[in-house]
């Protein structure tokens, strides 16, 4: 009689709610995202494609610049259209326009990763800065973001890289300089909001400095919006990295660079729609799986946010 009193109490205790956290939330809202998902497998699959350029290169027996003006071009001097040696047809060079397409998805995505790296960092630290020191501080980088902003970016960089000369090193350099502005103002508006919150007065009465506060309490709690801007951002800096090749001033020839490849096909669009077509496609995919990709983390840290 005694145990079964015990189980019974046993079975009319609530359960106890077991807490989560809010980046264990965000994922797990995440996952069930169908369009979220199905951009991260294409966007997976474009990184695979990418580390794999090499096998790419072995299985066809074509390096990414090798001319094949024999075989490549027809009697008239013209790309040759897709067939069973070159899968996805030649560029007017002769080349292989499959393997050069796996090879720049290296260049754009080592540039959309870096000069991202770049950005976010850059406008995270003077953002915060900003927002928690105050005062005159706050006055000067606030100035300086909107200068920044104010200027026209494409322009700028254009000059620089015309001034430089065109490298992959410069490339980063100058799309990750000059994109931090919009990354610091989300930064700051988020710090205003929290640095009188009572976890950093608690901080400050226990004595603790404000690089600390800055870093280890007020930095969680704007690493949410950083994230999902950081996702948004990469499709942007890939664009604006191929539009510069297409200008003639991203990476020198003969790199394989998906921008300078469309630059190339100006000319064959008429004879030779592969040449334009592939290139483009690949561009064109990859952009919008990042920016499904990062409306879905978007959605997944403000769930009430609707989906446009």
């Given at each position: 009689m005694t145990a079964a009193i015990e189980m019974v109490d046993v079975l009319d205790e609530p359960k106890a709610i077991e807490g989560r956290r809010p980046f264990s939330l965000a994922v797990r809202r995440l996952r069930?995202?169908?369009?979220?998902?199905?951009?991260?497998?294409?966007?997976?699959?474009?990184?695979?494609?990418?580390?794999?350029?090499?096998?790419?290169?072995?299985?066809?027996?074509?390096?990414?610049?090798?001319?094949?003006?024999?075989?490549?071009?027809?009697?008239?001097?013209?790309?040759?259209g897709p067939n069973g040696t070159f899968w996805l047809g030649t560029d007017d060079l002769g080349?292989?326009?499959?393997?050069?397409?796996?090879?720049?998805?290296?260049?754009?995505?080592?540039?959309?990763?870096?000069?991202?790296?770049?950005?976010?960092?850059?406008?995270?630290?003077?953002?915060?800065?900003?927002?928690?020191?105050g005062g005159i501080t706050d006055t000067v980088l606030a100035r300086l973001i909107d200068v920044v902003l104010s200027v026209p970016f494409l322009l700028v960089a254009i000059a620089l890289v015309s001034v430089t000369g065109p490298s992959l090193t410069v490339t980063v350099l100058v799309i990750g300089c000059f994109s931090w502005a919009s990354v610091a103002r989300i930064v700051r508006g988020q710090v205003l909001s929290l640095r009188e919150r009572e976890f950093v007065e608690a901080a400050r009465s226990l004595g603790a400095g404000d690089r600390r506060i800055m870093f280890v309490?007020?930095?969680?709690?704007?690493?949410?919006?950083?994230?999902?801007?950081?996702?948004?951002?990469?499709?942007?800096?890939?664009?604006?990295?191929?539009?510069?090749?297409?200008?003639?001033?991203?990476?020198?020839?003969?790199?394989?660079?998906?921008?300078?490849?469309?630059?190339?096909?100006?000319?064959?669009?008429?004879?030779?729609?592969?040449?334009?077509?592939?290139?483009?496609?690949?561009?064109?995919?990859?952009?919008?799986?990042?920016?499904?990709?990062?409306?879905g983390v978007r959605d997944a840290f403000d769930p009430r946010a609707d989906r446009t």
């Amino acid at each position: 009689m005694t145990a079964a009193i015990e189980m019974v109490d046993v079975l009319d205790e609530p359960k106890a709610i077991e807490g989560r956290r809010p980046f264990s939330l965000a994922v797990r809202r995440l996952r069930k995202d169908k369009v979220a998902m199905v951009s991260l497998v294409v966007i997976v699959l474009i990184v695979l494609m990418a580390v794999l350029a090499p096998v790419f290169a072995a299985v066809t027996g074509h390096p990414p610049n090798e001319q094949y003006r024999d075989i490549g071009l027809t009697p008239d001097g013209l790309p040759r259209g897709p067939n069973g040696t070159f899968w996805l047809g030649t560029d007017d060079l002769g080349r292989d326009i499959l393997v050069r397409i796996a090879y720049g998805a290296r260049i754009s995505l080592l540039v959309g990763v870096l000069a991202t790296a770049i950005t976010v960092v850059i406008g995270v630290v003077l953002g915060l800065a900003a927002g928690f020191l105050g005062g005159i501080t706050d006055t000067v980088l606030a100035r300086l973001i909107d200068v920044v902003l104010s200027v026209p970016f494409l322009l700028v960089a254009i000059a620089l890289v015309s001034v430089t000369g065109p490298s992959l090193t410069v490339t980063v350099l100058v799309i990750g300089c000059f994109s931090w502005a919009s990354v610091a103002r989300i930064v700051r508006g988020q710090v205003l909001s929290l640095r009188e919150r009572e976890f950093v007065e608690a901080a400050r009465s226990l004595g603790a400095g404000d690089r600390r506060i800055m870093f280890v309490d007020v930095l969680p709690n704007v690493i949410a919006p950083v994230i999902v801007y950081t996702t948004l951002l990469i499709p942007v800096v890939i664009v604006t990295q191929a539009t510069l090749s297409f200008l003639g001033l991203g990476l020198p020839p003969p790199t394989p660079d998906w921008g300078g490849m469309i630059s190339e096909s100006q000319n064959y669009y008429t004879t030779a729609w592969w040449f334009i077509l592939f290139p483009g496609l690949a561009l064109l995919v990859t952009t919008l799986a990042f920016n499904l990709f990062g409306d879905g983390v978007r959605d997944a840290f403000d769930p009430r946010a609707d989906r446009t």
